[in-house]
Nanobody, 121 residues
């Protein structure tokens, strides 16, 4: 069992930066592929980025490439999402997930409770 707790969301102006964090409890954190997903009002939850257990490889959805960076610290059981050059369309609830990688996709198994990110234009 893995429990995930996100933090760091908030309100930021367009063009600004924000970093969200996800702390995991439980065992074998480094064996999980970790990811960030987001869900805007009235929309489905979609992948933003995910990272391999070692941190050696990462995937980004096209809309955030060059602006967002996912990273992890296995010694701290924490995964981060650094978000730069934020746009109004990045406004959503951001969810952390732990799971497995399947090809270029991530299959979530455990979810955090989500943290709200609001970008004002």
């Amino acid at each position: 069992q893995v429990q995930l707790v996100e933090s760091g969301g908030g309100l930021v102006q367009a063009g600004g930066s924000l970093r969200v964090s996800c702390a995991a409890s439980g065992r074998a954190f480094s064996t999980y592929n970790m990811g960030w997903f987001r869900q805007a009002p009235g929309a489905e939850r979609v992948t933003v980025a995910h990272i391999s257990g070692s941190g050696g490889s990462a995937y980004y959805v096209d809309s955030v490439k060059g602006r967002f960076t996912i990273s992890r610290d296995n010694a701290k059981n924490t995964v981060y999402l650094q978000m730069n050059s934020l746009k109004a369309e990045d406004t959503a609830v951001y969810y952390c997930a732990a799971g497995a990688q399947l090809g270029a996709a991530m299959i979530p198994r455990y979810w955090g409770q989500g943290t709200q990110v609001t970008v004002s234009s």
